[in-house]
């Protein structure tokens, strides 16, 4: 079963998207919302191969889970920094992920989640 992007109006005319997996037999007129009050109308795209976060591509070269939210986070902390830092400052113009500063700058943050356990004492003294 393929998967389908859909969008739908509700009645503040917001925009709003989802995913469905459809037979290709299926009928794509009548789609109703995830609420169930609202037709769906498909949107067309060749863009869409993505299954769990991941596209094919990135399926295909055997990305995991992990590395792909990885990447999703340092690129969110390049737009920050690049944001925040004043224009024509390396921080800046630098199209790199990493610059050196990251987290230690007070501007961005480093994925790091776990802290080190202490080093056993052999000896007690």
């Excluded at 290709?24 to 993505?50: H, L, M, T, W």
Aim: with cysteine; hydrophobic share 25%.
């Amino acid at each position: 079963m393929p998967l389908y992007l859909f969008e739908y109006y509700d009645e503040d005319k917001k925009r709003h998207e989802f995913q469905d997996f459809l037979n290709i037999s299926d009928d794509f007129n009548n789609v109703k919302s995830p609420c169930g009050n609202f037709n769906a109308k498909k949107i067309i795209s060749n863009s869409i191969a993505s299954n769990y976060g991941l596209t094919a591509a990135e399926k295909d070269k055997g990305t995991t889970k992990q590395r792909s939210e990885y990447s999703k986070f340092m690129r969110e902390q390049k737009q920050i920094r690049k944001k925040t830092y004043a224009p024509g400052t390396r921080e800046n113009n630098s199209n790199e992920i990493w610059t050196g500063k990251e987290g230690r700058d007070g501007v961005t943050e480093l994925p790091i989640d776990k802290k080190v356990p202490e080093k056993k004492k052999l000896y007690d003294k």
